[in-house]
């Protein structure tokens, strides 16, 4: 099966279901968003598990994932407001990551996966778009939101 979009085109293939990266991201994708699931658990008594920036204690500005943490709690308590306010990409990054779950789950279950063929040239934009738009996001830090509010109650 093959879809053509935009000069690339996405194709079906069959493999072995627990070779290639699925597994990893998906156990590390779950991970993640068990994590963001129970932080506030910690965050509550005063314990952050996380150790701290290093970027920020040699600097004192935030570095360019300062805050995706916090981020991704709040997204995954529906606390979109906040989540926007410390890390603006996070909840998308937070979707991504939901997707990129489902989908590994899928693959492993199903022992297909999706490949997607694009030009070199295309390929090369996105990872630029990501580049920019992760620096905008960190200028937004710097310049805008700083750190957002605190996790830990007051």
């Known amino acids: 099966m093959a879809v053509a979009v935009a000069g690339s085109r996405v194709v079906l293939v ?12 998906l156990a590390g994708g779950l991970g993640v968003l068990g994590a963001s699931a129970v932080m506030p658990i910690f965050w509550n008594q005063g314990i952050t598990p996380i150790p ?4 920020h204690t040699i600097t004192g500005q935030p570095c ?8 991704f709690v709040w997204t995954a308590h529906g606390q979109l407001g ?20 489902v989908y590994c789950a899928w693959a492993i279950a199903t022992g297909k996966r999706l490949k997607l063929v694009v030009p070199w040239r295309l390929e090369q934009a996105f990872y ?6 992760l620096g905008l996001n960190w200028l937004s830090k710097l310049l805008f939101l700083g750190f957002g509010p605190s ?4």
């Open 64 to 71: 360019p994932f300062c805050g995706a943490t916090r981020s």
């Open 82 to 101: 906040a989540a926007f306010q410390v890390f603006p990409i996070g909840p998308i990054m937070f979707l991504a990551l939901v997707a990129a779950v």
């Open 14 to 25: 069959e493999s072995d279901r627990l070779k290639g990266k699925e597994p990893l991201v």
């Open 128 to 133: 630029i778009s990501l580049l920019v738009i």
């Open 52 to 55: 701290p920036c290093i970027f």
């Open 151 to 154: 996790p830990f109650p007051s």
